[in-house]
């Protein structure tokens, strides 16, 4: 009876790993980050910010589904604008503009989960999961502009840590992917970043959310 139960396990494992596929593959290209930064007074806002993400993956298949974990470097981040009259005694005033941009370097592992489609030239591929961001740097420049007068600041560079001026070492959110994979390795595909968690602490009373749209080209092998 053990031995039956050894042959019948064995038969199964043989059949899981013939149907089971492994691919490991290169991903890069092009990010338009930004973020929620909940209400903004009027005058303030923010834009995409263009940048770049790269990394390795790896695709782990089992008939039409897969398993894809990662492993990228990404930037975030977002562009600024606030412009504003300010009183400077007198009764005189004075235009205002501020204009920065905020970035944030992540090496980023996402683990999605994707449906294929098999066509002839290869297959449609789409879903999604989570990710998990681990911030190596952070840094903002800005120009501020008085009276038509331009100032441009040096750029500063954020602590990361855990007090209230610092930002957070951990990102979380979730994904979605999709994109088409040719028979020859050859990869097009579209993502998407949803940051689910406030990336500077409650306690400085700024919220940021990183928000990502991502295209890239890749190949596995």
Same mark, same amino acid.
């Given at each position: 009876?053990?031995?039956?139960?050894?042959?019948?396990?064995? !038969?199964?494992?043989?059949?899981?790993?013939?149907?089971?596929?492994?691919?490991?593959?290169?991903?890069?290209?092009? &990010?338009?980050?930004?973020? =929620?930064?909940?209400?903004?007074?009027?005058?303030?806002?923010?834009? %995409?910010?263009?940048?770049?993400?790269?990394?390795?993956?790896?695709?782990?298949?089992?008939?039409?589904?897969?398993?894809?974990?990662?492993?990228?470097?990404?930037?975030?981040?977002?562009?600024? %604008?606030? =412009?504003?009259?300010? &009183?400077?005694?007198?009764?005189? %005033?004075? =235009?205002?503009?501020?204009?920065?941009?905020?970035?944030? &370097?992540?090496?980023?592992?996402?683990? &999605?989960?994707?449906? *294929?489609?098999?066509?002839?030239?290869?297959? $449609?591929?789409?879903?999604?999961?989570?990710?998990?961001?681990?911030?190596?740097?952070? *840094?903002?420049?800005?120009?501020?502009?008085?009276?038509?007068?331009?100032?441009?600041?040096?750029?500063?560079?954020? #602590?990361?840590?855990?007090?209230?001026? =610092?930002?957070?070492?951990?990102?979380?959110?979730?994904?979605?992917?999709?994109?088409?994979?040719? *028979?020859?390795?050859?990869?097009?595909?579209?993502?998407?970043?949803?940051? !689910?968690?406030?990336?500077?602490?409650?306690?400085? *009373?700024?919220?940021?959310?990183?928000? $990502?749209?991502?295209? #890239? $080209?890749?190949?596995?092998?």
């Amino acid at each position: 009876m053990k031995k039956a139960i050894l042959l019948v396990s064995l !038969m199964a494992a043989t059949y899981t790993l013939s149907a089971q596929s492994v691919k490991f593959g290169i991903r890069g290209g092009l &990010n338009l980050a930004t973020a =929620d930064r909940g209400n903004l007074p009027e005058g303030n806002e923010t834009q %995409n910010l263009t940048a770049f993400n790269g990394g390795l993956f790896a695709n782990i298949g089992l008939g039409n589904w897969a398993v894809e974990p990662g492993l990228f470097y990404s930037r975030k981040g977002f562009k600024a %604008n606030s =412009d504003f009259t300010r &009183n400077i005694g007198g009764g005189s %005033n004075e =235009d205002v503009s501020i204009n920065g941009n905020v970035k944030y &370097n992540y090496l980023e592992l996402p683990v &999605n989960v994707l449906y *294929n489609v098999k066509l002839t030239p290869g297959k $449609v591929f789409f879903g999604g999961g989570p990710y998990a961001g681990y911030l190596m740097s952070a *840094n903002a420049k800005s120009t501020t502009t008085i009276n038509g007068v331009k100032t441009t600041e040096p750029t500063t560079n954020y #602590s990361i840590g855990n007090n209230a001026e =610092d930002i957070k070492r951990m990102d979380f959110g979730v994904n979605a992917l999709a994109g088409f994979a040719f *028979n020859n390795g050859f990869q097009l595909s579209a993502g998407y970043g949803y940051g !689910m968690s406030n990336v500077w602490h409650e306690d400085s *009373n700024a919220k940021v959310k990183n928000r $990502v749209f991502n295209v #890239s $080209v890749g190949f596995a092998l």
